[in-house]
């Protein structure tokens, strides 16, 4: 009952939003560390007719630089359709280490999730509305969350499938490198011991996030920011 619930609450409470979503977007973000700089992630969707692409690429900066001086890539491919994003097939990797890529195939035809990494292949029932961790961003593109008070969705990584849930709060306004933003804000609402993630989402622009902050159960923070955004209707 609580996969159903799930489904439900991400299909039918977020109806597709007015605004037609863009052709592309480039999104670059500065990432901190408890409020240190440490990288740079460039962010690049592009819609073709009903498939869309997504990467992302991680540059170390600062002391992370010279500890862990390798880029990370992701990305994430599927079709769109009237509830939004349908990935298809979601890749990530280290540069120069093979031993941490993973990947995900989404088969909606069998509703089988394929998960791989270098040690296991594990398939998994494919619950409807599934994000993976890139597509999931890009989704809030394609939902009103005006009058929604909570947002619950599957979601994978590449080498597990989770559940997240987020209460959906008021409006804010936020000022960021790239300019100021009203924002929608949503929080994890994180149980003792997990990570708690705070996300505010530009309404006059597509629901594209304009800053994150991922706080771990010791206190220690992650915030991605924007620092520019290009869209192409």
């Known amino acids: 009952m609580k996969g159903l619930t799930i489904i439900i609450t991400w299909l039918v409470l977020c109806v597709p939003a007015l605004a037609a979503p863009p052709a592309s977007v480039n999104a670059n973000y500065e990432v901190f560390s408890n409020g240190m700089k440490i990288g740079q992630v460039d962010e690049v969707y592009s819609r073709d007719k009903d498939h869309y692409t997504l990467t992302s690429t991680t540059t170390p900066l600062g002391l992370l630089a010279i500890f862990k001086p390798e880029k990370v890539f992701a990305s994430s491919n599927g079709l769109i359709t009237q509830q939004g994003l349908r990935p298809v097939h979601y890749a990530y990797q280290r540069e120069g280490d093979a031993g941490k890529s993973v990947s995900a195939e989404l088969d909606w035809a069998t509703r089988q999730l394929t998960l791989t990494t270098s040690t296991q292949r594990a398939q998994l029932p494919l619950p409807d509305g599934t994000q993976d961790r890139l597509s999931a961003m890009y989704q809030f593109m394609f939902l009103n969350l005006e009058n929604v008070t909570s ?83």
């Open 151 to 233: 947002l619950d969705f599957a979601m994978t990584n590449g080498s597990k499938l989770d559940n997240y849930h987020y209460a959906i709060g008021d409006t804010q306004k936020l000022n960021t490198p790239a300019g100021p933003f009203d924002c929608r804000y949503l929080d994890s609402q994180a149980k003792p011991g997990e990570h708690r993630t705070e996300l505010w989402l530009a309404t006059r622009h597509h629901n594209l996030p304009c800053r994150m902050i991922v706080t771990d159960p010791r206190g220690e923070q992650l915030t991605q920011v924007l620092s520019s955004l290009k869209i192409v209707p």
